[in-house]
């Protein structure tokens, strides 16, 4: 079982920064592939970033390839979505999500855990 809880979404100008952070609780956090997800008003929840167990593998959307960094501690047990040059269209709900393997999938029905997501807010 994993809990997790996200924190340091806001409100950004665009071209600004955040960094967001989940903090797992459970035994198998340092076991299980991680990522983090978005859900715009109007539009499906979308994988942005994934990262294997040991960080040793990563995934980016296309739309944030060179801006967002995925990232973990497990001795912390966080994983960080660092988010730079921040858009518009990078508005949303972000939740973090863990699955119960030890590589990342891009499917959504592979993530078993949920966080109950953090509003990211990019003002033009």
């Known amino acids: 079982q994993v809990q997790l809880v996200e924190s340091g979404g806001g409100v950004v100008q665009a071209g600004g920064s955040l960094r967001l952070s989940c903090a797992a609780s459970?035994?198998?956090?340092?076991?299980?592939?991680m990522g983090w997800f978005r859900q715009a008003p109007g539009k499906e929840r979308e994988l942005v970033a994934a990262?294997?167990?040991?960080?040793?593998?990563?995934y980016y959307a296309d739309s944030v390839k060179g801006r967002f960094t995925i990232s973990r501690d497990n001795a912390k047990n966080t994983v960080y979505l660092q988010m730079n040059s921040l858009k518009p269209d990078d508005t949303a709900v972000y939740y973090c999500?863990?699955?119960?393997?030890?590589?990342?999938?891009?499917?959504?029905?592979?993530?078993?855990?949920w966080g109950q997501g953090t509003q990211v807010t990019v003002s033009s």
């Open positions: 990262i294997n167990w040991n960080g040793g593998g990563t």
């Open positions: 459970g035994r198998t956090f340092s076991n299980s592939a």
């Open positions: 999500a863990a699955t119960s393997t030890n590589r990342y999938s891009v499917e959504q029905q592979a993530y078993n855990y």
